[in-house]
C-alpha cells in the first residue's frame, strides 16, 4: 500500500447532458515523493447532505465513477489531472432530490489507484502496490457543493426542464395466458434498472414468444395473434389488434443480436418497451383470452399481480 503518500482535491464539478446525464468531476492528484506508473483506477462516489453547520447526514451511495481522463504517470510533487463521470439518470436524480430537501451536498469520491513505483532516476520498478487518493484529514476526496451550484448543474443535466410523469401500469389479472410471463416481465424489469437496454427488449420479446407458442406457433407472428384474438368482439377489431402486436413484437426483436448490422437501442426504447409490452398483456388478460382460439367476456378476476 502507499500509505498517505497520495493526496487528491476536487477542483470542480459539471454536467454532462445526454440520455442518461453525467455528474462530471474534475480531480488534481499528486504524490509527495514517489514517481508513479498508473495501470488501473477504481472509484465511486457518494453524496450526503447538510444537517448543520459542521454535520452532514447519512451518505447515500451513487454509483462508480469512471475515468474520463487520466494521467498515467504520476511525478513527485506534481499536480495531475483527472477527470471521472458518474451516470445520474432521473430516477436516481429524483431520489437524491427527495433526500435533499434544499440542502447544500458533501460529494464523497472514493478513488483507489494501483501503479508502479519507480526510482526518480533510476526507471527500474521497485514494487507494485495500490493505494486511495485522499484528502488530507479524509479516507476520501470530498467538495461541498452550495445548493446553488447542485441545482445549476442539475439544470446543465435537463432536470427540471420535463415533467415527472408516474403512469400508473395496469394490474395483471392472473390468468393461463399472463401466468407463464410473469418471470420474464420481471427479468425485463431487472435489466431495465440495470441499464440492460438491449436484453430489456429481448426479454420482451421473449414473453410475446412464450405467448405465440402457447397458440402452436413458433415466434410471435400474425396467425398466432389472429388465432388467440378471436372472440374478442368486432372481426376488424380483432384485426387491427392483432396487426399491432405483431408490429410490436417486431420492434422488440431489436432486442435480439440476429440483426446484420446489429441495430443500436437505448434507454427510451427500454422504457417504451417495458410500458408496452405490460399494457399488452394487462389487455389480453381483461379480454379473458385464457385458451388458444379462445376469448372469453372479461371476469373480474379473482387474484391479481402488481408488477
Given at each position: 500500500?502507499?500509505?498517505?503518500?497520495?493526496?487528491?482535491?476536487?477542483?470542480?464539478?459539471?454536467?454532462?447532458?445526454?440520455?442518461?446525464?453525467?455528474?462530471?468531476?474534475?480531480?488534481?492528484?499528486?504524490?509527495?515523493?514517489?514517481?508513479?506508473?498508473?495501470?488501473?483506477?477504481?472509484?465511486?462516489?457518494?453524496?450526503a447532505?447538510?444537517?448543520?453547520?459542521?454535520?452532514?447526514?447519512?451518505?447515500?451511495?451513487?454509483g462508480?465513477?469512471?475515468?474520463?481522463?487520466?494521467?498515467?504517470?504520476?511525478?513527485?510533487?506534481n499536480?495531475?489531472?483527472?477527470?471521472?463521470?458518474?451516470?445520474?439518470?432521473?430516477?436516481?436524480?429524483?431520489?437524491?432530490?427527495?433526500?435533499?430537501?434544499g440542502?447544500?451536498?458533501?460529494?464523497?469520491?472514493?478513488?483507489?489507484?494501483?501503479?508502479?513505483?519507480?526510482?526518480?532516476?533510476?526507471?527500474?520498478?521497485?514494487?507494485?502496490?495500490?493505494?486511495?487518493?485522499?484528502?488530507?484529514?479524509?479516507?476520501?476526496?470530498?467538495?461541498?457543493?452550495p445548493?446553488?451550484?447542485?441545482?445549476?448543474?442539475?439544470?446543465?443535466?435537463?432536470?427540471?426542464?420535463?415533467?415527472?410523469?408516474?403512469?400508473?401500469?395496469?394490474?395483471?389479472?392472473?390468468?393461463?395466458?399472463?401466468?407463464?410471463?410473469?418471470?420474464?416481465?420481471?427479468?425485463?424489469?431487472?435489466?431495465?434498472?440495470?441499464?440492460?437496454?438491449?436484453?430489456?427488449?429481448?426479454?420482451?420479446?421473449?414473453?410475446?414468444?412464450?405467448?405465440?407458442?402457447?397458440?402452436?406457433?413458433?415466434?410471435?407472428?400474425?396467425?398466432?395473434?389472429?388465432?388467440?384474438?378471436?372472440?374478442?368482439?368486432?372481426?376488424?377489431?380483432?384485426?387491427?389488434?392483432?396487426?399491432?402486436?405483431?408490429?410490436?413484437?417486431?420492434?422488440?426483436?431489436?432486442?435480439?443480436?440476429?440483426?446484420?448490422?446489429?441495430?443500436?437501442?437505448?434507454?427510451?426504447d427500454?422504457?417504451?418497451?417495458?410500458?408496452?409490452?405490460?399494457?399488452?398483456?394487462?389487455y389480453?388478460?381483461?379480454?379473458?383470452?385464457?385458451?388458444?382460439?379462445?376469448?372469453?367476456?372479461?371476469?373480474?378476476?379473482?387474484?391479481?399481480?402488481?408488477?
Open positions: 500500500m502507499f500509505g498517505e503518500e497520495i493526496y487528491g482535491q476536487i477542483t470542480g464539478i459539471s454536467a454532462q447532458p445526454g440520455i442518461i446525464p453525467r455528474l462530471v468531476i474534475n480531480l488534481t492528484a499528486k504524490t509527495k515523493s514517489l514517481v508513479l506508473e498508473v495501470v488501473n483506477v477504481l472509484a465511486s462516489a457518494k453524496v447532505f447538510r444537517e448543520s453547520a459542521s454535520t452532514f447526514g447519512e451518505e447515500l451511495y451513487i462508480p465513477a469512471y475515468v474520463e481522463r487520466w494521467a498515467p504517470t504520476m511525478p513527485p510533487a499536480d495531475v489531472r483527472w477527470t471521472f463521470a458518474v451516470d445520474l439518470n432521473p430516477r436516481l436524480i429524483q431520489l437524491i432530490e427527495g433526500k435533499r430537501h440542502r447544500d451536498v458533501w460529494l464523497r469520491l472514493t478513488v483507489m489507484i494501483c501503479a508502479v513505483e519507480r526510482g526518480t532516476t533510476d526507471v527500474t520498478p521497485k514494487r507494485v502496490a495500490c493505494g486511495d487518493i485522499t484528502q488530507p484529514g479524509y479516507q476520501y476526496i470530498g467538495l461541498l457543493v445548493r446553488s451550484q447542485w441545482l445549476d448543474t442539475l439544470k446543465g443535466m435537463g432536470y427540471g426542464e420535463y415533467y415527472e410523469m408516474d403512469i400508473p401500469l395496469p394490474r395483471l389479472a392472473k390468468t393461463s395466458v399472463v401466468n407463464p410471463v410473469l418471470p420474464i416481465l420481471q427479468r425485463a424489469w431487472e435489466h431495465f434498472e440495470n441499464g440492460s437496454d438491449r436484453e430489456t427488449l429481448a426479454a420482451c420479446w421473449e414473453a410475446m414468444e412464450v405467448l405465440a407458442k402457447k397458440q402452436g406457433g413458433k415466434q410471435p407472428g400474425q396467425n398466432e395473434f389472429a388465432q388467440m384474438l378471436r372472440g374478442i368482439g368486432h372481426a376488424e377489431k380483432a384485426r387491427k389488434v392483432a396487426d399491432a402486436l405483431r408490429y410490436w413484437t417486431d420492434l422488440l426483436h431489436l432486442g435480439r443480436h440476429e440483426h446484420e448490422p446489429s441495430v443500436e437501442v437505448d434507454h427510451r427500454a422504457e417504451f418497451a417495458l410500458i408496452v409490452t405490460h399494457a399488452c398483456f394487462a389480453l388478460a381483461k379480454a379473458g383470452v385464457s385458451k388458444i382460439g379462445q376469448a372469453a367476456r372479461p371476469q373480474r378476476a379473482k387474484g391479481s399481480m402488481d408488477i
